[in-house]
C-alpha cells in the first residue's frame, strides 16, 4: 500500500504544481478577462475570428478597386477608421487576436482589391511568443505579397505599439518591441513604395511605455489614443490614388 499511497501523493503534487504554472500564467497575461477575450476570439474554425475573416473575405471580392486599406489586429479593427477620419473610401480589415501569420494568410484577398493605401500595424500578439526576426521575416512576406499582387499600392507600415505593464503585465517586451520597430523601418527605408510611421513613438511615454492616458488595458487603445493615432497618419491620407483596375 506505501507504494500505492507515495504513488498518489507525488501525482497530487505534480497536479497543484501544474494547476500554480497555469494560474500564474493566466495573472501574468491580464487574468480573467484576458482568458475570457481569449476563449472568445479562439481560432478554432468556428470563433469570432474566423467568421470575421470569411466576412472580410466576402466584401474584398466586391471592394472597388483604390480604397485606403487598414490591416491589423485588434488594435487596427477597433478603429472606426472611416468614421474616425470623416473619408468614405476607408475600409477596416483588422481582426482581433491576429498575428503576422494570420495576416500573411489572408494579405493576398485583400490586395486582390488594389487599395490605393494600405496602413499596416502587426505583431504585438506574435512577440510574447517568437523571435522579433521571425515575426519580421513574416512582416516582411506580407509586404513583398502587396508588392506582388497590387505593385501600384502605396504601403505604410505604421510602428507596432508599446504595451504598458503598469497598467496590466501583458509579459511583453517593451525593449523587443523597440528592436522589432527598428527593423520594420529598415525595411520601409529599403524600398521607395514604402513609408514608415512612427506611431508608436507618438503614443509613448518619456520611458517607452504606451502611455497610459491613450490605454485602458495596457495594450489597447482608447478614444484618446485613436486620436492622437489619427493626428499622426492624416498627413497620408491625402494624394493621388495610382491603383485602378
Known amino acids: ?14 497536479n497543484l504544481a501544474f494547476v500554480s504554472a497555469t494560474v500564474m500564467a493566466i495573472h501574468r497575461l491580464g487574468g480573467i478577462g484576458y482568458l475570457a477575450f481569449k476563449l472568445k476570439h479562439r481560432d478554432d474554425g468556428s470563433g469570432y475570428s474566423a467568421g470575421r475573416l470569411q466576412h ?29 477620419l470623416g473619408h468614405h473610401d476607408v475600409v477596416n ?26 496602413f499596416l500595424m502587426a505583431g504585438i500578439n506574435d512577440l510574447g511568443a517568437f523571435d522579433e526576426r521571425e515575426v519580421f521575416d513574416r512582416y516582411r512576406q506580407i509586404v513583398d505579397t502587396v508588392r506582388r499582387v497590387s505593385p501600384g499600392t502605396r504601403i505604410y ?8 505593464r503598469e497598467v496590466r503585465d501583458t509579459g511583453r517586451d517593451n525593449g523587443r518591441v523597440a ?20 506611431v508608436a513613438r507618438a503614443l509613448a511615454d518619456r520611458d517607452g511605455n504606451l502611455d497610459r492616458a491613450y490605454t485602458y488595458d495596457g495594450v489597447h487603445l482608447n478614444g484618446e489614443g485613436y486620436a492622437r493615432w489619427k493626428a499622426v497618419i492624416l498627413p497620408y491620407l491625402h494624394g493621388t490614388s495610382v491603383a485602378t483596375r
Open 157 to 164: 507600415l505604421q510602428s507596432t505599439l508599446p504595451v504598458n
Open 93 to 118: 480589415r483588422g481582426i482581433g487576436g491576429d498575428s503576422t501569420a494570420r495576416i500573411l494568410d489572408r494579405i493576398e484577398s485583400v490586395a486582390k482589391t488594389r487599395p490605393s493605401k494600405l
Open 56 to 84: 472580410l473575405r466576402s466584401l474584398d471580392a466586391a471592394l472597388p478597386a483604390g480604397k485606403i486599406v487598414f490591416v491589423g489586429d485588434s488594435i487596427t479593427e477597433a478603429g472606426e477608421w472611416s468614421e474616425f
Open 1 to 14: 500500500m506505501r507504494p500505492i499511497r507515495l504513488l498518489l501523493v507525488a501525482s497530487l503534487l505534480l
Open 179 to 198: 528592436q522589432f520597430n527598428a527593423l520594420l523601418a529598415g525595411l520601409a527605408a529599403s524600398d521607395d513604395r514604402v513609408e514608415w510611421i512612427d
